[in-house]
């Protein structure tokens, strides 16, 4: 059964809105711009090591959703076409229940001998079900789109710690790092509460220092 854990996106995924929200859009205008500049005199280097990884830290993520809403299509494709894996067994007291993992078959339908032939041939449909799946989101092109999609999101993960611990060394490296912080937190928890609000504010006010270097 490997990879087939049956989860429509990752959650890193499902939960980022990547490049979301009018701050986010002129933040990357913004940074952008400043990366490009070259004007090592106005304080916005291109050097910054920060900013870089901020830049990297973005496309990975502009990557991962991409990858992400590709898994999902080949998904949806795939279940039309053969279904989730699962299998659905009548109880004692005359109850169908559709299960969807071995181990809730274990669960619903216990240990006891008196439920060995109906727990055997439950599992045996599951399996052959599994197998079905499996064998048409390798050939789908599904497995090796959700694999390319956790490795991006793996590389997003891994850029946003090396972000946090890199200095910056101009206003729009500090401004790309509260960028990241931002979208990533709003992405996890309510965009409306302390300190998401704070945060915006800040980061206006950052680059709006940027943009008017940029304008000097």
């Known amino acids: 059964m490997g990879d087939s854990d049956n989860t429509t996106t990752l959650p890193s995924v499902t939960r980022r809105q990547v490049l979301a929200g009018t701050i986010a859009a002129t933040t990357t205008w913004t940074l952008e711009g400043s990366a490009s500049a070259g004007d090592a005199g106005r304080g916005y280097a291109p050097g910054d090591p ?34 989730f894996p699962c299998v659905t067994v ?7 229940v559709t299960i969807h993992t071995l181990e809730a078959l274990k669960d619903v ?10 727990r055997d041939e439950a599992e045996a449909a599951f399996v052959a079900h599994q197998a079905r799946w499996d064998a048409a989101a390798e050939e789908g ?23 946090s611990t890199t200095p910056a060394t101009t206003l729009a490296g500090v401004a790309g790092k509260f960028d990241a912080v931002l979208r990533e937190g709003e992405a996890w928890a ?26 000097e």
Not at 90 to 96: I, K, N, Q, T
Not at 143 to 154: M, Q, S, V
């Open 50 to 83: 920060a900013l870089a990884l901020w830049r990297e830290w973005q496309a990975a993520c502009k990557l991962t959703e991409q990858l992400c809403r590709k898994q999902q299509r080949l998904e949806t494709r795939l279940v039309e076409s053969v279904g």
């Open 90 to 96: 009548r109880l004692s007291a005359g109850e169908d």
């Open 109 to 118: 339908l216990g240990k006891g001998r008196e439920m060995a032939a109906l």
């Open 141 to 163: 092109g599904y497995t090796a789109a959700r694999r390319a999609e956790r490795e991006a999101g793996k590389r997003a993960q891994d850029l946003m710690e090396a972000l």
């Open 190 to 215: 309510e965009s409306s509460e302390f300190p998401w609000p704070q945060i915006r504010s800040a980061l206006s006010d950052l680059v709006r220092m940027v943009q008017e270097k940029l304008h």
